[in-house]
C-alpha cells in the first residue's frame, strides 16, 4: 500500500519536471500543443504533426499529415515517467507491431522512442486516422428517452466490431488478453463505416497465475494502473480467489459493452466490488431486445470464467441475428496465427506486400429457438445451448 502511493508521488513529481522543462524549451506553450508543427519520420514516411485531437493522462492524440502524400494519420504520444510507464508503451508498440492486421483493430505505420530529461521517455506511434467519434461518445449523442435507443440491428452490427477485433486477438498464438476494453477504446471510422479497437498497452501475452501474497500485490498494481474498475471481471476484483486472468476477462468488460449499448447504463452503477463479484444482472424489460440478445448478456457476464463464451463464440452468434442465419459456433482455435486464420477460411497471406483483412465466414446450421426463455444467472443453460 505505502509502496504503492510512494510509488505513484515519485511519478506525479517526475512528470512535473519534464513538464515544466518541455515546456520551458518549447516557447511556453502548453505540453500537449508544444508538439504541434514539429516533423518527424517513420521509415519513408515523413509526417508534419498538427493539431492536438485528445489527451488524456502522460498521453496525447495529435493528427498528423504526410508531407508527399497528404493522407492524415494519428500520432500518440506518450511520456513514460517511470520503468513501467515504458514498459507499458512498449507493449503497445509490439502488439501493433506482431498482429496480423484486422479491419476492426487501428492500423499501425510505425513508432519511435525519443529520450527526454531525468531518463525519461517519449514514444511515438503513427497510427490509423479514426475521424469519428469514440462509442462512448456516439452512444450519448442522443437524448436519454427509450425512443431515442439503439435498434436491435444498429446495437448488433456495432457490438460485432467490438467482438471481431477481441476474436482477433484472443485468436492469436498465445492468445492476446486486451484487459482494458471500453467505450472510450472504440474508435468509429467513417471511411471505413465500423468502429475499431486501440489502446493496447495493457493487453497480456500469458494467462496471470496468483499463488502467493507478492505476486496478488504485484498484479493489483499492475490493474489499477491498466485497467479500469467497472469493467473488470470479478477475478480480476478480487485476486484472492487465486483464479487465473485468462482472456476470459476480455468476454466480461464486452458484456459490461454490450449491456450499455441496449439500457445506457452499466450492469453494476454502483462500482462496487461487492455487486460485481456478486454478478447480478438486472435485466429491464424497456426497451424491449431479442431473447437471444439478452440471454448473451448474461452468458458474457459469467462469474465463472469458464462459463463465458468464447470471443469466437459470440462472434458467430452475432453473426447469425445480423444475417437471420444461424451457425454453429467455431471450435476453439489453437495453433500459429496462420493456422489460426485457416481456420476460419482467411488464411494470411502477403502478396505483393498487401495485408490481409481477417473475417469469420458464416456457415448454415439449424436455426435458433429465439422463444426460448432468457435464464437466470447462476443456471448451466446458455444460449449457445440453442445453436
Excluded at 79 to 108: G, W
Aim: hydrophobic residues 35%; glycine residues 4%.
Amino acid at each position: 500500500m505505502f509502496r504503492a502511493v510512494k510509488r505513484a508521488l515519485t511519478e506525479a513529481a517526475n512528470l512535473y519536471d519534464t513538464c515544466q522543462s518541455f515546456s520551458s524549451s518549447s516557447s511556453n506553450k502548453p505540453i500537449g500543443q508544444a508538439y504541434q508543427g514539429t516533423r518527424l519520420v517513420f521509415g519513408e514516411r515523413r509526417v508534419q504533426v498538427g493539431s492536438l485531437l485528445a489527451e488524456g493522462g502522460f498521453s496525447f492524440i495529435y493528427k498528423a499529415t504526410d508531407e508527399d502524400s497528404l493522407e492524415q494519420f494519428a500520432l500518440k504520444r506518450t511520456l513514460c515517467m517511470d520503468k513501467e510507464s515504458f514498459e507499458m508503451a512498449s507493449t503497445e508498440v509490439r502488439v501493433l507491431q506482431l498482429l496480423p492486421h484486422h479491419h476492426n483493430i487501428v492500423r499501425y505505420y510505425g513508432s519511435q522512442t525519443r529520450n527526454l530529461e531525468k531518463e525519461s521517455k517519449e514514444v511515438l506511434i503513427l497510427l490509423e486516422l479514426c475521424d469519428g467519434k469514440s462509442l462512448a461518445e456516439a452512444l450519448f449523442l442522443t437524448s436519454g428517452k427509450v425512443e431515442d435507443y439503439w435498434s436491435e440491428q444498429q446495437i448488433v452490427q456495432v457490438f460485432q466490431d467490438a467482438c471481431s477485433a477481441v476474436a482477433h486477438l484472443h485468436a492469436q498464438h498465445p492468445p492476446i488478453s486486451h484487459r482494458d476494453i471500453k467505450l472510450e477504446n472504440l474508435l468509429k471510422s467513417t471511411l471505413d463505416n465500423c468502429f475499431k479497437l486501440c489502446d493496447f498497452g495493457s493487453c497480456c501475452f500469458n494467462n496471470t497465475e496468483i499463488t502467493n501474497r507478492k505476486e496478488r500485490f504485484e498484479q493489483e498494481y499492475i490493474l489499477q494502473k491498466q485497467s479500469t474498475f467497472m469493467y473488470r471481471a470479478p477475478e480480476m476484483v478480487d485476486l484472492y480467489g487465486k483464479r487465473k486472468l485468462t482472456e476470459k476477462v476480455d468476454i466480461w468488460a464486452l458484456g459490461c459493452i454490450l449491456y450499455i449499448l441496449c439500457y445506457r447504463k452499466h450492469p453494476f452503477e454502483t462500482g462496487s466490488a461487492v455487486q460485481i463479484l456478486n454478478g447480478k444482472v438486472d435485466i429491464p424489460t424497456v426497451p424491449s431486445y431479442s431473447v437471444v440478445l439478452r440471454q448473451l448478456i448474461l452468458d458474457m457476464l459469467q462469474v465463472e470464467p469458464d462459463k463465458r463464451p468464447t470471443a469466437n463464440d459470440v462472434v458467430c452468434l452475432l453473426k447469425s441475428l445480423h444475417t437471420n442465419q444461424s451457425i454453429h459456433p467455431l471450435e476453439p482455435v489453437v495453433g500459429s496465427v496462420e493456422e489460426d486464420w485457416a481456420c476460419f477460411g482467411c488464411v494470411d497471406e502477403e502478396d505483393n506486400g498487401k495485408d490481409t483483412q481477417h473475417s469469420i465466414p458464416n456457415e448454415d446450421s439449424t436455426l435458433i429457438n429465439l422463444e426460448s426463455p432468457v435464464t437466470s444467472k447462476g443456471t448451466e443453460k446458455h444460449i449457445f445451448d440453442l445453436l
